[in-house]
């Protein structure tokens, strides 16, 4: 059973102004691995700054698909520094990351350019060369010339083909 009132401790020093503080604590919670994600997650939209860096970086070596959808929302931030930790977390995820991808791809979440950025960058970084392969049509979407148009309709016929 993981200590709650560590996690919360080690959450509160990723705000700490002392960038080793900030470290130790965030490689702290990565060392719980799994047992960190939901706390992670449920910081995400208090933590600015440094500490969300850290917060996200947690969850991006973490890797665990519970913290995919949060990833996926982190992608159209407004920071570039944020937005590519997510995608590596994701990248990281694989598979089970993919779908709530497309999702987001698949609705007016598209309109984000910094969106369809990252996911290309996610989908292109992608180990599993089959699971590529199923979405070369949403790459090729994100790579034309009108992706914010192409990619919704190539997501959601990955979405509704494939079993993800």
């Keep these: 059973m993981t200590d709650t009132k560590f996690i919360a401790q080690q959450l509160e020093l990723l705000k ?3 960038g080793l503080v900030r470290q130790s604590a965030r490689l702290a919670l990565e060392d719980l691995g799994k047992a960190s994600v939901p706390y992670l997650v ?10 969300l860096w850290e917060n996200v970086k947690a ?24 937005r590519w930790l ?3 977390g994701l990248i990281k995820i ?3 990351g993919v779908k709530p991808l497309l999702r987001a791809l698949s609705l007016s979440d598209a309109r984000s350019p910094f969106l369809r950025e990252e996911a290309h960058h996610v989908l292109t970084g992608l180990r599993d060369k089959e699971l590529k392969s ?21 997501a959601e016929a990955v ?4 079993k993800l």
């Design 94 to 96: 694989g598979k089970e």
């Design 42 to 51: 449920a910081k995400l939209d208090e933590n600015k700054g440094d500490a």
């Design 159 to 162: 979405l509704l083909n494939l």
């Design 86 to 88: 997510a995608s590596l």
């Design 134 to 154: 199923n979405l070369s049509g949403v790459i090729k979407a994100l790579e034309s010339n009108s992706p914010r148009s192409d990619a919704p309709v190539a």
């Design 59 to 82: 969850l991006s070596r973490i890797g665990d698909a519970s913290s995919a959808g949060a990833l996926v929302k982190l992608l159209s931030h407004e920071v570039s520094d944020i």
């Design 16 to 18: 700490d102004p002392n």
